[in-house]
């Protein structure tokens, strides 16, 4: 911490002198020059800040803003100052930054430089890129129905900018403490809440009068009649219309191998629609059913006790009520904005029985009835929060020896956290280099998380081990970015039946002891979270690490959401 200190400090100190450095003919006005209007920006908060130029300029802001002509928020903009004049700009100050960067120059400037997507503002600056930038950048275009300018990326970079520094400050919430994780309890969105959420559907508390004989929605299992599953779905759909949602339930029957028909699915769709395009449709979802007990008749037995696995679970806490929390909160506050695209938040049925309720959805509902309808994107949420800060192994002396299903070893200290990418060709390269490069923009600066990253590919290893074998290679990343050549979970449908890009954020499977079992609930995240006495990481309750992991996943996840309503990534192999 003594060397970010360090580095602030000295960005501050260089920020004043940008403007003496340029190569341009005409001087480009310093720092000196803005005044930005507030000492400290609010992260996580669409805050109104003001700009006010002592000279002639003009000014590229790199962060989401809210456009005062359309409403939609858009991706980074470029004003013109004249000298004395103000403007006034909606604009989300990073969640999860320390410094946000404002860039000067000359009055009508087009295009200007940027970062690399694995790299953060401040250490953007701090290379003196600013000064010689050494890469392509943006370039500026005129807006749609609207005065405030959009940008585009661009082989050029215009050559030298000043910039202004401003401190970005997270405010922890009143009521919690530091080991209730409190300090990511507050924005527009935040992991406290979708951690409430996920104890409200998870409460063990005894409630004789329920199905399921507890105050949270156990025994979740799809299908077969099984009123505990009816009940989660009914509360979902009363939770998504209470947030002014158009709630659609897709209920189907498909035939098993036995050839009876079982009422299995039922998709509880939330629907927000577009203003511009309303038949392009992002969708961002995550199944709600958890894994059914292997045989019904025997009782579930604890791996804690037993000292064995067996198969099946009565809460599912981390698979999947993590995702589907996520996708609750995700659409709560997503409600209260207007997109250009269709939003749609589904919670999936039947993911655990080979993701039945994707398939049908992509397959039967927009495929055959409503052809006219193109998925531009979807983001997929399948278990989080038993990784990075926490997941440094297992707790209750559970067995780590084995590697999990994508080859990584149980033995490591720290499990990475997965941004999962597809449809890919090869492992060996990247096939969707554009939305790679997005969950990069979005993780190095706006979640701080520039340290952690890893971009993985497997060019070189082996392919049964390539994923293992490149995060070594890498120095074993806390989070990995790579494409996935393996889809297990409900985004497998939307590639496979749409040819529609994916994002989808994931913690361990095989690796983590109690998945799919009946010790797979909130306690048992919170204690693979917890750090308290390690030799690792900081020190933190298994609270406050999961309240973080569900923080810089779900703003992860809201990032996304609002840079491809503006701009899709199409599908580079169709």
């Known amino acids: 911490m003594q060397g970010r200190a360090l580095l602030l400090t000295l960005l501050f100190a260089t920020s004043m002198f940008a403007g003496c450095f340029g190569g341009n003919e005409e001087i480009i006005p310093d720092s000196d020059d803005l005044d930005v209007g507030v000492a400290t920006l609010i992260g996580g908060i669409f ?340 990784n990075w800060p926490g997941g440094g192994g297992a707790p209750h002396g559970d067995p780590a020896t084995t590697p999990d299903e994508d080859g990584y070893p149980k033995d490591e200290e720290v499990w990475p956290m997965r941004v999962y990418i597809g449809p890919t060709e090869s492992y060996e390269n990247l096939s969707q280099a554009g939305i790679v490069r997005l969950s990069e923009w979005i993780g190095t600066d706006a979640l701080g998380l520039e340290e952690q990253i890893g971009t993985l590919t497997g060019a070189g290893h082996s392919e049964d081990t390539w994923k293992y074998d490149s995060w070594v290679a890498s120095d074993r990343p806390e989070i990995t970015i790579y494409e996935d050549t393996t889809a297990r979970s409900d985004h497998a449908s939307f590639q496979d039946n749409l040819g529609t890009v994916t994002i989808g954020f994931g913690g361990l499977v095989d690796g983590y002891w109690c998945y799919h079992q009946t010790c797979d609930t909130l306690e048992e995240m919170e204690a693979w979270m917890d750090t308290t006495g390690k030799d690792y990481g900081e020190e933190n309750t298994g609270v406050t690490n999961l309240v973080n992991s569900l923080d810089f996943i779900t703003w992860w996840a809201v990032y996304s959401f609002f840079h491809l309503d503006e701009t899709p990534i199409e599908n580079t192999m169709s």
């Not at 659609?248 to 039922?266: G, V």
């Open 47 to 386: 805050q109104n800040v003001k700009f006010t130029a002592t000279e002639d300029m003009s000014i590229y802001i790199p962060y989401l803003i809210k456009n005062p002509d359309t409403g939609f928020v858009q991706n980074s903009t470029v004003i013109d100052l004249d000298a004395g004049d103000s403007e006034q700009l909606s604009i989300l100050a990073p969640p999860r930054a320390e410094l946000a960067i404002f860039l000067i120059g000359q009055q009508g400037r087009t295009e200007w430089p940027t970062r690399n997507s694995n790299m953060s503002w401040s250490t953007w600056v701090g290379s003196g890129e600013a000064h010689s930038p050494s890469q392509g950048g943006i370039i500026r275009q005129s807006g749609e129905n609207t005065t405030l300018d959009t940008v585009n990326s661009s082989e050029n970079n215009g050559g030298s900018v000043s910039f202004q520094t401003v401190g970005v400050m997270r405010p922890s919430a009143p009521g919690y403490g530091p080991d209730a994780g409190g300090g990511f309890a507050t924005g527009i969105m935040n992991g406290r809440t979708v951690y409430d959420r996920l104890h409200e559907i998870t409460d063990p508390t005894p409630d004789a009068t329920d199905v399921d004989r507890r105050m949270g929605y156990w025994d979740r299992w799809a299908g077969q009649g099984n009123v505990a599953y009816e009940d989660a779905a009914d509360y979902l759909e009363a939770e998504l219309e209470s947030f002014g949602l158009e709630v659609m339930t897709h209920r189907f029957e498909f035939t098993d191998i036995f050839s009876k028909q079982n009422p299995e699915a039922i998709n509880i769709c939330g629907y927000r629609w577009g203003k511009v395009v309303p038949d392009e449709w992002l969708v961002f979802g995550a199944h709600f059913d958890i894994a059914p007990p292997a045989n019904a008749a025997l009782p579930f037995l604890d791996p804690h006790i037993t000292g064995s696995r067996t198969y099946g679970t009565r809460v599912g806490a981390y698979d999947n009520t993590a995702g589907t929390s996520m996708v609750l909160e995700t659409a709560k506050m997503m409600s209260e904005f207007d997109s250009r695209r269709t939003m749609v938040f589904c919670l999936w049925s039947g993911e655990e029985g080979g993701k039945r309720g994707s398939d049908y959805w992509t397959d039967f509902y927009v495929k055959e009835d409503h052809p006219e309808v193109t998925v531009t994107n979807y983001i997929n949420l399948d278990m989080a929060g038993v």
